[in-house]
C-alpha cells in the first residue's frame, strides 16, 4: 500500500515535469484519490482514429507496480481488441506481460501503438476483428472512423 | 496405576460420580479401555503420524514446483531461491549511479548513507534488493528485459 502510493506520487511528479514532452498523452490524477487517474490521447495519424481524444479511466491496484493498472477506455472507439461496450482492453502487458518497468505514462504509449497496430486474431470487438481477418481493411477504417467522429471529436457546432 | 491416571479415550469419565477402577467408554459394543500411559503413548505415535505427513507433503509440493518451473521457467520462486539468489549478487549502494532509477520504486538506485542493498542480476540490469525480491516471488524475470534470472 505504501509502497504503491510512494511510487504513483513519484510518477505523478514526474508526468507534471515531463508535461511538454509528449504531447499525445494528458495523465491527470483524481483529486482525492491518487489510485484513480484519468488520460486523454490522441488517435494517431494516418489511421482512422486520427483527429480524434480518446479518454482513459485507469484504476490501479494496492500491490502497483507488482500488479498491472487496470485500463479501460471511457470513450467509445471501435478496434478490434477493445470491447465495444465495457472500454475493457486486450494487451498483453496489462495481463501476464506485465512488468513493474512500465509505468502509466508508458501503458499511454503502448495503448497508442495498439490503435496503429490492432491484432484481429485476439478480438474483444468481434465485427471488428473479422472485418479485419476477412481483409476488409476499408470496412474496418470506414467504421471506425464513424465512430471516431461520433465519439471522439468535438462537435460541430 | 492408580484410578486417578486412567483416563478414558472418549472422555467419558466426565461423571464425578463414578466410581469404578477402570474407567471405560462403550462404543457400540466394544469396552475400550485405556490407561493414561497408553492414551499418551497414541497421542505420540499420532502425533509422529502427522509429522510424516506433513513432511510428505512438503516433498510433494517441492517436487511439484520443481516440475513446474520446469514447464514454466519465468513462473513465481520461492522465498527461498529468490533469497539465495540475491544474496550472491547483492552489494551496498555506492553512491555513484549518476542518478539512476530502481524501476519498480523510482527512487535512485544509489543513494548514500541510506544502507539499502543492491543487486546486479544475471543481464546487468540493477535494482534494491527489497524491490526486486517483491517481484521475483511473482515472475522470475528481469523487469527491463525479460532475461530468465533465476537460472533452472
Aim: aromatic letters at 8%.
Amino acid at each position: 500500500m505504501q509502497a504503491s502510493r510512494a511510487r504513483l506520487f513519484k510518477e505523478y511528479k514526474e508526468v507534471q515535469r515531463e508535461k511538454v514532452a509528449d504531447p499525445d498523452i494528458q495523465l491527470v490524477c483524481d483529486d482525492s484519490n491518487i489510485f484513480k487517474w484519468t488520460a486523454l490521447i490522441k488517435g494517431p495519424s494516418e489511421t482512422p482514429y486520427d483527429g480524434g481524444v480518446f479518454q482513459l479511466a485507469f484504476s490501479v491496484p494496492e500491490q502497483y507496480p507488482l500488479q498491472p493498472p487496470q485500463v479501460r477506455f471511457l470513450t467509445k472507439i471501435f478496434h478490434p481488441n477493445v470491447h465495444f461496450k465495457t472500454g475493457e482492453i486486450c494487451l498483453d502487458i496489462l495481463k501476464n506481460a506485465w512488468s513493474p518497468a512500465w509505468t502509466l505514462q508508458s501503458v499511454c504509449r503502448a495503448i497508442i501503438a495498439l490503435m496503429a497496430h490492432p491484432e484481429p486474431d485476439s478480438p474483444l470487438n468481434c465485427d471488428s476483428g473479422n472485418l479485419l481477418r476477412s481483409g476488409d481493411i476499408r470496412g474496418y477504417q470506414s467504421m471506425a472512423r464513424m465512430y471516431t467522429r461520433l465519439a471522439a471529436m468535438p462537435k460541430k457546432g | 496405576m492408580s484410578s486417578d491416571q486412567e483416563i478414558s479415550a472418549y472422555g467419558a469419565s466426565s461423571s464425578p460420580d463414578d466410581t469404578s477402577n477402570n474407567t471405560s467408554a462403550i462404543l457400540g459394543r466394544a469396552y475400550v479401555t485405556l490407561t493414561h500411559e497408553d492414551f499418551v503413548d497414541r497421542l505420540h505415535q499420532l502425533d509422529q503420524r502427522a509429522e510424516e505427513m506433513r513432511s510428505s507433503i512438503r516433498r510433494v509440493n517441492e517436487m511439484l514446483t520443481a516440475v513446474a518451473r520446469l514447464w514454466n521457467p519465468h513462473g513465481r520462486l520461492c522465498d527461498a531461491t529468490v533469497s539465495s539468489y540475491l544474496e550472491t549478487r547483492s552489494r551496498p549502494s555506492c553512491g555513484d549511479g549518476e542518478g539512476a532509477l530502481c524501476v519498480v520504486c523510482h527512487d535512485e538506485l544509489h543513494c548514500p548513507g541510506d544502507g539499502m542493498m543492491i543487486a546486479t542480476l544475471g543481464c546487468g540490469h540493477e535494482y534494491h534488493v527489497p524491490c526486486i525480491k517483491q517481484w521475483l516471488l511473482r515472475k522470475n524475470a528481469c523487469p527491463l528485459c525479460r532475461t530468465l534470472t533465476v537460472p533452472l
